[in-house]
Structures are given as C-alpha cells and as structure tokens.
C-alpha cells in the first residue's frame, strides 16, 4: 500500500523542525519564509497539525521553557519523520525534474 502523500504545510512543518527544534512561533515563521509568504500558518492550524504529526510518530516533544512568563513548548523531528520528510522530498524532485524534462523537450517554451 502506498504512503499517502503529506500536505505541503505538513511538508513544512517536518522541513522546519528538520534542522533543529523549533516552538510553534518559530515553526510558523520558518513555514513562512520557506514558502515566500505563500503558506501561512495560523496557530489553531499549526497545533492540529502537530497534534497528528506526533500521532502518526512523525514528530517528537523536545523540551519546553518559560519565556517572558509564557510557556514554549518545542518539536523535534523523529527519524521515522526524517525518513518520511526525505521520501516526499525525494518524490517530489522527481516529478519536478520529469515535469521540466518534458517542458524543455515537447514544444520548446523552455529554452
């Protein structure tokens, strides 16, 4: 049975936690600045998505901390969430190449 692909926010979000453990805050500016401002995450939207990413053993508590008397509660990826993260990486650099392939050599609008 084949994986069923990751939502590009849930593709960001494993990405942002890919290089270290992050806070929701700064998981949602890091998903902002990896998409241009495309992808915008809103908090409610971001912890539903966190709440399954840990569900399906995606993503890991890592700590938390008090900041200016509010709590931040970080996320690490897992490795079962790096290997995914890599395969929908992987997959999706495929089809990009397959699409520019196809591109340069079917009518010539790539040159």
């Known amino acids: 049975m084949t994986e069923v692909r990751l939502r590009e926010a ?3 979000i494993l990405s942002a936690l890919a290089s270290e453990p992050r806070h929701g805050y700064g998981i949602i500016k890091d998903v902002q600045a990896q998409s241009d401002g495309a ?3 809103r908090v409610g939207t ?11 053993g995606l993503i890991e508590f890592d700590h938390e901390e008090v900041v200016d008397s509010r709590l931040r509660r970080y996320y690490r990826l897992s490795a079962a969430g790096a290997g995914r993260l890599a395969q929908e990486a992987q997959r999706s650099a495929r089809q990009a190449e397959l699409a520019l392939s196809r ?9």
């Open 103 to 111: 591109l340069a050599t079917g009518n010539g609008l790539l040159a």
């Open 39 to 41: 992808v915008v995450l």
């Open 46 to 56: 971001l912890y539903g998505a966190l709440d399954r990413l840990a569900g399906e």
């Open 10 to 12: 849930s593709f960001l």
